[in-house]
């Protein structure tokens, strides 16, 4: 099973700043199959990025993945209010699908 | 529009049985895998089953596996999670969540299960 790690585990930021948030691996993830979701208190996550950069349907440019092998990231460029949420990564490049714990992305 | 609602939830005691269900909508529910996925309280998502068009390969998390079983009724647009055997530590919200490739684009607005006595 691959264990995805992802840091920090929070982070606090203004809007308008910059988010980088990190996926490890514990091994290499197969085709880069690796995707982000956001998640809001009381709704069901939202699919970001797939296949570790490509933006899901209607998601706006400010949001960004990159990275292959272990290591991935999901930037955010300029946050928004509504980007306040917490962001889970998850590798589907093997029958045991497996998410990291998530990164929560708060107010400063 | 695609539309992924969850039912059957509900509290249950611990050595019990349940089995939530899933309506699919505004897409061609036979041409595409599916997927049970749970939250417990203040947690991160635990992905815990799969299953593929024609139930030909399905998957589950080693937590559940030998307890819950997964299914699919393709002529009614619906999926199941048939549950046995529950503890505490499945107390959860599960979500069915609809597959592109192997991804998850969708997902319902979950269905809460509490194990208790």
């Known amino acids: 099973e691959i264990v995805l790690t992802q840091s920090p585990g929070t982070l606090s930021l203004s809007p308008g700043e910059r988010a980088t948030l990190s996926c490890r691996a514990s091994q290499s993830v197969n085709s880069n199959y690796l995707a982000w979701y956001q998640q809001k208190p009381g709704q069901a996550p939202r699919l970001l990025i797939y296949?570790?950069?490509s933006r899901a349907t209607g998601i706006p440019d400010r949001f960004s993945g990159s990275g292959s092998g272990t290591d991935f990231t999901l930037t955010i460029s300029r946050l928004e209010p509504e980007d306040f949420a917490v962001y889970y990564c998850?590798?589907?490049?093997?029958?045991?699908?497996?998410f990291g714990q998530g990164t929560k992305v708060e107010i400063k | 529009e695609v539309q992924l609602v969850e039912s059957g939830g509900g509290l249950v005691k611990p050595g019990g049985s349940l089995r939530v269900s899933c309506a699919a909508s505004?897409?061609?529910?036979?041409?595409?895998?599916m997927n049970w996925v749970r939250q417990a309280p203040g947690k991160g998502l635990q992905w815990v089953s799969s299953i593929d068009t024609s139930s030909s390969h399905i998957y589950y998390g080693d937590s559940v596996k030998g307890r819950f079983t997964i299914s699919r009724d393709n002529a009614r647009n619906l999926l199941y999670l048939q549950m046995n055997s529950l503890r505490a530590e499945d107390t959860a919200v599960y979500y069915c969540?609809?597959?592109?490739?192997?991804?998850?684009?969708?997902w319902g607005q979950g269905t809460l299960v509490t194990v208790s006595s």
């Open positions: 505004g897409f061609t529910f036979i041409s595409y895998s």
């Open positions: 998850q590798q589907y490049g093997s029958t045991v699908w497996t």
């Open positions: 296949g570790a950069s």
């Open positions: 969540a609809k597959s592109f490739g192997w991804y998850f684009d969708f």
